[in-house]
């Protein structure tokens, strides 16, 4: 006994760094085969709050772009409203809306990880849920994983973990857009069957098949396609709208009957 | 003795800010992120509690795991330099190091940032092929590890000579 003390005492520096390895790396695969830590992640309110004031701050040099970007989709939406075939007006009846739009900041981007989480400066108190969709002027961009009081993070679409559902524009093929970690600009869509007729520059929207995301979100446009390993699937390279490097203003969707959806497939698939 | 505590602490938290808010955001070349932080491990006292030390490195580690979603890539990254530092350091500077009157003074520029590229070498191997965690793509984490290495490198040497610490 008093030789396995000694031994324990003389290495005790080797017995802590085996410890605090151990502690680190069940973190660390726990997160690679689930979902990110709901406790130690960048929502919480120390570094919610420091990455808050970080974006105050360097948010003044990007507001003559911003503000010519918002004037841009500004200019979009008027038209649609200009164009519309019959002059009634929308009928908000809350009853009948089925999505309902937040608008929140970004205070924390990252795109060069193999698995990008960004940071927004609205939580809990201001509406937002876990699995909510998170869109731009421009396209997709990825879904609410964790809130806290004041902040959410969101898991990019450019993450490894990332799995969404997404259609070519104007058919009804569907396959689920993923990401493989090399390029930021391109993500990947797969399960697309090899008899659909492809073409380069064909556009990608979200299908309407996930209760998160609204049909018809553009994603991206088609850059190059092949066949899979078992030639019977394409596998696409998807150029995104998005310029995932340079974000700023971001809109939060939310499904009201993402929960109706929710309970009727768990019933279906208990049975 | 109080004034390199109090020093240390400062740094902590100085560089913590630094790495969160300018160096995570650099994307340099699309995709370089220097991880400055490391210059802590070796800015910090030589005849130093090695238990602490590595204490000190994995709160460090973990703070930033915190700030960037990484979960304990940093951690443990940050961990095992801390770990890994007295044999870096005898490697370097032969047996000098074991000396009672060793200090960085009477050691030449090349065995400092020898010291340097070694911690930073461990650390970005750890960081990123746990990060990847694919032997398929071996190429792309041993282009990540050194674009990005060298980057820190030549960041941290600027650091260390701008801000060369006057108590060790």
């Known amino acids: ?225 092949d066949l899979n390993a078992s030639r019977s699937f394409y596998n696409i390279d998807v150029e995104l709208f998005n310029d995932m490097a340079n974000l700023k203003n971001v809109y939060l969707i939310e499904n009201k009957d993402r929960n109706e959806i929710k309970t009727l497939e768990a019933i279906t698939t208990n049975e | 003795m109080n004034n390199t505590v109090f020093i240390n602490i400062f740094r902590f938290l100085l560089l913590i800010l630094a790495q969160v808010l300018i160096f995570n955001n650099l994307n340099f070349m699309g995709f370089i992120n220097p991880m400055v932080y490391v210059i802590f491990f070796y800015w910090y006292p030589i005849k130093a509690n090695r238990a602490l030390f590595m204490v000190i490195a994995f709160f460090l580690g973990f703070i930033i795991d915190i700030f960037s979603d990484t979960m304990a890539l940093n951690t443990l990254a940050s961990l095992t330099v801390a770990y890994a530092r007295p044999v870096l350091m005898r490697f370097c500077f032969g047996v000098n190091y074991e000396f009672q009157n060793f200090s960085f003074k009477n050691t030449t520029n090349i065995q400092r940032v020898t010291l340097l590229g070694l911690m930073i070498l461990i650390h970005h191997l750890i960081f990123f092929s746990l990060e990847i965690l694919s032997i398929a793509h071996i190429l792309l984490i041993l282009k990540k590890v050194f674009a990005t290495g060298i980057v820190t490198l030549v960041l941290c040497t600027l650091f260390s000579s701008l801000f060369s610490p006057k108590t060790e």
């Open chain 1, 1 to 225: 006994m008093q030789r396995i003390i000694n031994f324990i005492l003389r290495n005790r520096n080797a017995f802590l760094y085996g410890f605090l390895a151990f502690i680190s790396l069940v973190m660390t695969i726990r997160s690679h085969s689930y979902h990110q830590s709901k406790f130690f992640n960048s929502s919480k309110w120390l570094s919610g709050s420091i990455y808050g004031t970080g974006a105050d701050i360097s948010s003044y040099f990007g507001l003559r772009e911003e503000n010519n970007r918002l004037l841009e989709e500004n200019k979009q939406l008027r038209r649609l409203l200009f164009n519309r075939d019959d002059d009634s007006l929308p009928v908000l009846d809350s009853t009948l809306v089925n999505y309902e739009v937040l608008s929140a900041k970004l205070v924390k981007n990252s795109y060069t990880s193999p698995r990008n989480y960004l940071t927004i400066d609205k939580g809990k108190l201001d509406g937002v849920q876990q699995d909510m969709g998170v869109i731009t002027t421009m396209g997709i961009l990825g879904i609410v994983e964790n809130v806290s009081k004041h902040y959410a993070t969101v898991q990019s679409v450019l993450n490894t973990k990332s799995n969404i559902n997404a259609k070519i524009k104007n058919t009804e093929y569907f396959g689920s857009l993923i990401w493989d970690g090399s390029d930021y600009t391109v993500a990947q869509l797969i399960d697309i069957p090899r008899l659909v007729p492809l073409v380069v520059g064909d556009t990608i929207v979200t299908g309407g098949m996930s209760s998160i995301f609204p049909e018809n979100i553009p994603i991206g446009i088609i850059k190059k396609y």
